[in-house]
Structure formats: C-alpha cells, structure tokens
C-alpha cells in the first residue's frame, strides 16, 4: 500500500449511523487507536461521494492513501492491530462471520 503513511493519524468516513462501518469504529476503540471519526452529513453525500473509491463509505484514510470496502478494512486492521488469527482455520471462521455479517446486512 503505498503512500500509507506510517504513524499517520487514521481517519475514519462514515456516515452518523450504526451499520457497516460501526464495526471499523469497534474495533479502532477496543485496540484503542487514536483515530478520527469524520462524520459525513447524509445532506452532503452526494457532492462527496466520488471522492472515495468505487463511490462508497466506510473509507479508512491514511496520509493520501484511502481504503475502501469494510471487510477488507476490518482484516486490515485485524491483522495490523493483531485481531485476525495466523492460523488458516481460525482465519476461515473470521472470515466467514464477516461474511455471514455482510449477508445480514444485505437483507
């Protein structure tokens, strides 16, 4: 990932609501990381939108560099903060509840 900024302060887009990108806070307070939460106001979506990759929230920001897609960013930060297993089989069973997770959500 280049142009991640290392010791770079992770900032956080996301709308004020509890759903996909609530998961990306959780996890940011329980390794208590020093982040910023920056709010995107539902009026102002649409002239921010196309600034985030594929047009999509939550978006972890650090430096320049931008991530998208929260199951991506949460075994990103699970593995940079020491929450996704080494083990492959401890692995498949985080990886399914995050699956089974974005099947809920997509109901």
Same mark, same amino acid.
């Given at each position: 990932?280049?142009?991640?900024?290392e010791? $770079?302060k @992770?900032? &956080?887009?996301?709308?004020? /609501? @509890?759903?996909?990108g609530? $998961?990306i806070?959780l &996890?940011?307070?329980?390794a208590k /990381?020093?982040? +910023?939460?920056k709010? @995107?106001?539902f009026?102002?979506?649409? +002239?921010?939108?196309?600034?985030? +990759?594929?047009?999509? /929230?939550?978006? @972890?920001?650090?430096?320049e560099?931008?991530l998208?897609?929260?199951?991506a960013? &949460?075994?990103y930060l699970?593995?940079k903060?020491? %929450? %996704?297993?080494e083990?492959t +089989? *401890?692995?498949? *069973?985080?990886? $399914? &509840?995050?699956?089974?997770?974005e099947?809920y959500?997509?109901?």
């Amino acid at each position: 990932l280049k142009n991640m900024q290392e010791g $770079s302060k @992770i900032i &956080l887009h996301y709308f004020p /609501v @509890i759903c996909r990108g609530h $998961s990306i806070r959780l &996890l940011l307070h329980h390794a208590k /990381v020093d982040f +910023e939460d920056k709010e @995107i106001p539902f009026a102002k979506w649409g +002239e921010l939108k196309w600034t985030f +990759e594929f047009g999509k /929230v939550p978006v @972890i920001q650090m430096g320049e560099k931008k991530l998208g897609e929260q199951r991506a960013i &949460l075994r990103y930060l699970g593995k940079k903060y020491g %929450y %996704y297993p080494e083990d492959t +089989e *401890e692995a498949y *069973e985080v990886d $399914s &509840l995050l699956d089974a997770m974005e099947d809920y959500y997509a109901q």
